[in-house]
């Protein structure tokens, strides 16, 4: 299975884009997302910006990902 995460970026310079959540970083490549900008949220599958999210729609995945990871414990 695939998973994809949204993240939000923290810095842009050209093609690639450092994104986090939580203490988490992560350089990407934002070639396929070239619209994006530092602040906005975008969707991150194997290294890559996939999609740029609105922010309500980035925290509800979220918190649909955490009540996921709570009731397999």
Do not use: Y
């Not at 939000?8 to 619209?35: F, H, I, Y």
């Not at 194997?46 to 649909?64: K, P, V, Y």
């Amino acid at each position: 299975m695939c998973l994809a995460v949204p993240l939000k970026v923290r810095k842009k310079e050209g093609d690639m884009a450092e994104v986090g959540l939580k203490g988490l970083r992560q350089q990407v490549s934002v070639a396929l997302t070239p619209e994006v900008k530092e602040g906005d949220w975008v969707l991150v599958h194997a290294g890559f910006a996939i999609q740029r999210l609105e922010e309500n729609d980035a925290l509800e995945t979220l918190s649909l990902l955490e009540e996921l990871n709570e009731a397999g414990n």
